[in-house]
Each structure stands twice: as C-alpha cells, then as structure tokens.
C-alpha cells in the first residue's frame, strides 16, 4: 500500500470529478484540474530536481500555482519545504544553507537578489513563481506532459520539513512524515465531522501547519470546495460566509470579525464550525462571540513538530481557556517533575509527533524523553477528565498574529547595534494580534539610543512580524538575585501598553 499521502488526496478528487476544489475571485478550478495540474508540477520539479537532492525549498505568496507547487511536490515524493513569505534576505541565506535544497522556489526579485549576494548554494537550482501566480514556474507547468503516477512513500519517509525557531534563535528543521500528515488527517476528519459539502474559507497562509496540513488537507481529502482569500479581508470574508461551512482562523480573525456590525447572528448561521488556533484565544472574545453568533468557537492546540494535538470537542461543552481534549491516538502527560496539583510542562505521544530536527541530533535528542515522549515546552494543566489548558510556556516564546517569535534571535541583533548596551524582548497583550512583540532597552554609558531608529534597523534584517511594535529605552532591567532578566517582571510592568 501506498504511504503518500497524495494517495489519498488523488482519491478524494477522482471521485469529485468535476466539482470545484478551489474558487478565487470569481475563478474556479476543478477537482479534474488538481489531477491534472499537480501532475504537470511533479514533472516540472522531477525535471528540476534530477540527479540533486530531492528538496524544495519554497517562498512564495498565496495563490492557485502555489497550491499546484505543493501537490506537486508531495505527488511526486518531493520533501516539502515552506517558509514565511516575510522572511528577509538575511534569513533566506541560512535556510538555504541548512535546508541544502536541490530547488529554490520563490520571486524572480528574490532569487535575483539572493543570486548577487552569492546565497544560493552550488547545486541548489532556482524557479520563479511570482506573487500573481504567474512565471516561469506557471508557464512550465502550461508546457509540462503530466506524471501521472503517485510516487511510492513508506509511512516515515519525509514529506516535508517547516523550520520552527528555537530559543537559541537558530532555527530548525522539523521533518514531518506521510505518516504524520496522514494520521492527523484522518483524526481531524473524525473529530471535526468533516462533511463532502463542507465548504471552507481559506484565509490562512499557507506556509505552516494550520493553513497548509489541516485546512487545505481537509478540504482536499474531503473533496470539498475551499473559497480561497489570499490574505484576511474582512470584507471579502463576511462577503462569502453566507455560502461557507467552516471557517479556520486565529484569534485575529475573530477580533476583527467581531469589530464589524455586518457580522451577525443571521450571517452566521449557515457555519457549522468556526475554529481557532495558532494562538491563544482569549476569554472576552470566546464569550462576545458566543453572545454574538449563538455558536461557540472550537479552540484547538497544535505545533509544528507535531501538528493537531488537542482539540475541543465537536460535541459537548467547549470551554474557554481551555484547548479541549487529546486527539484520538494521541497521548499527554505533565513532566515527571511537576508537584501534584501544579502545572507543568506538556509531554506527549502519538503517530502525529515528528521524527526529529533536520541535522540536529543534539536538539532531537534534547526533545524527546528517555522513554520516547515529545517535550513540547508548553506548560499546562491536565484535568481529572483529560481537558487541557495550556498556562504558559516553558521558553520566552511570542506567538503574535499566530507567528512564532523567539526573542533570543531579535535580542542578539539589537544587542549589536551602536549605542545598545543590552536588550530584553518579551510580548505583552495586543487588542488584535494576541501579543505584541516589544523591546525594553538600556543604553551603553554616555551614549543615547532611539526606539525608531532600532525599529527602522530591524525592519532591513528580520521579518515585520517579527519587529518590535514598541522600543522602549530604560536606565536599567529588572534583574533577580542570580543576574537573570526578570521577563515576568517587564510583561507585568508593559501589559497595558497597547490598551
């Protein structure tokens, strides 16, 4: 039997025929055409990709090609490598690096400007696809005879790699197999009620988990017709919410959402599901939209190394504050060391969780337990039923928009700017991106430093999401007995900054 997960999704849409799988602006493409066209992108890539390394490595904005790409890759038993479409030029330059992929997907800007700065390893090939759709990768796929068999894929072969920051501020490769991607699809189908007349608007990017394994996933396996938005806009997403089933977002959506007079209980009512990850979904804005809309938000709780985890449950009570309960095969647990009745850090298992850290077996090993279970630095509390509820994380890490931001990767570049003696970055509350990234600076004795003009510097070497929205300067930071910067201690003193 086949392990590619593509199996599955070449199944769904031979049986959806000529049903729409992908409707933007107006424009429709057919279950029919996703056989067609990924089959054209496996014989663009297998050309692209013969006699190198099998990766891709791939920065490209939203859109119907990209999707094309994707499919192709995994048709084609192709290791899948996305990345932030916000990603600056100096990240780009250590992911390809590190990846040592055999294809570089991204703008023909991009990939000039990489060119002229020597970034792209020997080896590694390049393809345009611009952020319209359109370009050389577009016009190959036009010209392309298909490759109409699915690749043979063992259940652990890789079928893609997403780079998750670490607290170091290195980041690193998570490799997630057809196994993986496959068992969380079939539990997610399960636990979701996914239906064949689901249909889904798509606003998420499609660069990480929840945009590209679970909704586009779902979708696909289901043979269900995704309305697709290339970014969220409130108007155009209230515009087809009349004619959708299910809606995934971040918290952001529903604030916005929320923001809007037009978004009413009448226009609401033919979801069946609104779902929510990626972040931490507050308790004001589970009630109001609860009071607004009569139906309750499905919060769940996933990672990159180990996609769905948790979820509310489709039946039953969904309880703010809380992610819900494990997934159907898979396991959680608090560290060995937690006191009783104390929360601690998360641990678990299940067909879901990753095989390890592209070329890092020191961090592979520094996750796991000795008897094979996932650290996932969360901290949480599990209930006598199994509810979970995350209350805070074992590293300084920021999830602001539903990105990850790892302060440790932004403190070392601020730190190397004139006049900066040392720097603190934490996330405090933000009203629509959940958390707002910010940086508590003291300056070098004698000298002045300016909050813009760090800012200004930031914007030209890590992407925006990334950027503090706030530097503030101080005289000092608030150190406990032991030296160390008390994070706490400046989120307590911040948290109403954006109130």
Known sequence: MNANIFSAFAAAAAQAGD?????????????AQLLD???????????HLAGGERRVLVQVEKSVPALWLYLGALRAGIVYIPL????????LDYFLSDAQPGLFVASSETIARLEQAGS?????????????????????????????????????????ILYTSGTTGRSKGAMLTHGNLLSNLRTLQEAWRWQADDVLVHALPIFHVH??????????????????????????????????????????????????????????AGVRLFISGSAPLTEPVFKAFAERTGQAI???????????????????????????????????????????????????????VFTGYWLNPEKTAEAFTADGWFRTGDIATIADDGRV???????????????????????????ELDGVEEAAVVGVPHPDFGEAVIAVVVARTGQTVDGDAIVAALREKIAAFKTPKRVIVVDQLPRNAMGKVEKAALRRRYAALFD
């Open 19 to 31: 049903k729409t799988f992908v409707e933007e602006a107006g424009a429709t493409h057919s279950y």
């Open 37 to 47: 066209m990924s089959a054209r992108a496996a014989a663009v890539l297998s050309e």
């Open 84 to 91: 932030n479409t916000a990603y600056t030029a100096a990240e």
């Open 120 to 160: 792209i390893p020997a080896g590694t090939r390049t393809l345009a696809l611009e952020a319209d759709g359109d370009g050389p990768f577009a016009d190959a796929l036009g010209a392309a005879p298909p490759a109409p068999d699915v690749a043979q894929c063992a259940a652990d072969d890789i079928a893609a």
């Open 211 to 268: 945009g590209l394994f679970v909704a586009l996933h779902l979708a696909i396996a289901g043979g269900s017709t995704i309305l697709f938005h290339r970014t969220f806009n409130a108007d155009a997403v209230l515009a087809d919410l009349p004619r959708a089933s299910v809606l995934m977002g971040l918290p952001t959506f529903y604030v916005r959402l929320l923001k809007d007079e037009r978004f009413t209980r009448d226009l609401a």
């Open 298 to 352: 499905l919060e769940r709780y996933g990672m990159t190394e180990a996609l769905m985890i948790t979820s509310n449950p489709y039946d039953g009570p969904r309880v703010a504050g809380t992610v819900g309960y494990p997934l159907d095969g898979v396991s959680a647990r608090l560290a060995a060391d937690t006191g009783a009745g104390e929360p601690g850090v998360l641990e678990i298992t299940g067909p879901n």
């Open 389 to 415: 509820a995350l209350v805070g994380r074992g590293s300084d890490l920021i999830i602001s928009g539903g990105y990850n931001v790892y302060p440790k990767e932004i403190e070392l570049i601020v730190d």
